[in-house]
DNA sequence: AGGAAGTATTGAACGATGTTCAATTTATAA
DNA sequence: TTATAAATTGAACATCGTTCAATACTTCCT
């Protein structure tokens, strides 16, 4: 319920306009209500923000039957990730733009979903990088996924100058197509 | 003088540490001197990060000079740029981290600065992509830089899970050369 | 039914934030 | 010296996250 109304302000104002008095309202409780489920707002925005890695997962994991060749999955991969990013900007700048104070560590819970994701991308390239090479799988799996999301990041504080609205889409074919070029290049070397 | 004692204290304590009555009893003034000389403390927080991003500009600059082949200067480039996020986490950890209010676009002075760096990355793709194919080249150094960045960025927040120190460098290594490998057996083919 | 024990919720209060602006101090010019 | 201009102040405002004694509500036993 907590998390609903938080998620539902988030969406429509930004991690700006997620205050605690805001979310009490929107649900008709006071503010020390939240205090009783979240030791803190940024746990709160945690959760939230665990919502919105389990919605991308989700679509993700959609995308991923819908090619046969690894480079179909992964381009598969790259434009739900980009509609993601882009249908709910909010939601998923929340997720960029959140840190945790000094010292504080992300918990398993967290870090789990987003290895998550890290699997879906690894577990594409198994056809590329077969058994007896899991290790270079996995440094591939992250690079790219990293790479991935360089791209939406940057893309979404329209720090890449972008003018149409397709060349994102475009950019991220083009990665993977490159990426994975150079994969089997270096690797049948 | 504002611009000194705010990057100090970035420095060291980060963003959730940067607060306008800190900076001011930092320099011996009050807080509402600050406004005569910004007009919110999000421009401020602008210039700061203007500041760290011409420090990073300047040491991939001097790297550059660093190879011959493409490859080597793009090595020279992820290198020095993942040695600046790393001696100045709370720097550039601010540069990624902050954004402005709904509504309110990047100024040019400071979009000027990401845009450097761009075409540092381009110039350095020259030899491999050459006259007549300005477009793919353009491209190149985007999602390039892109790649990169959405690489430390990971790193910097710790979502890499991350063993070793040296594997972000070796992720990256690895990035520049396996992508120029595919750039180049796409181009030829 | 009635009271005791436990749980959930409150809302006022605290310290700190960004920001404003009339008042004050300081510098400049006549 | 005095008049004008510029810089600086610091108290005040609204809002933030957070706390916690006090209140309201449930549950259960006699």
Redesign the interface.
Known sequence: MILEAARAILAT?????LTARRIAKAIGYSPGTLYNFFTNIDELILHVNAKTLDVVYDRLSAASGRGETPEAVLRAFARAYIDCTREQTHLW?AV??H?L??GR??PDWY?LR??RLFSLVEDALVPLLGPGSEESRR??A??LW??????S??AL?????IVSEESVE??AD??V???????S??VTR
Chains 1, 2 share one sequence.
Request: avoid cysteine; glycine fraction near 10%.
């Open positions: 104002d930004g991690l700006r306009g700048d960029l733009e840190r104070p000094e560590e992300l870090t987003i290895g440094r591939a992250r690079v990293s790479a991935l999301h360089g791209l990041s940057l504080s329209r720090k890449l100058e475009a950019m083009h990665l197509t490159t990426y994975l070029a150079g994969l290049a270096t």
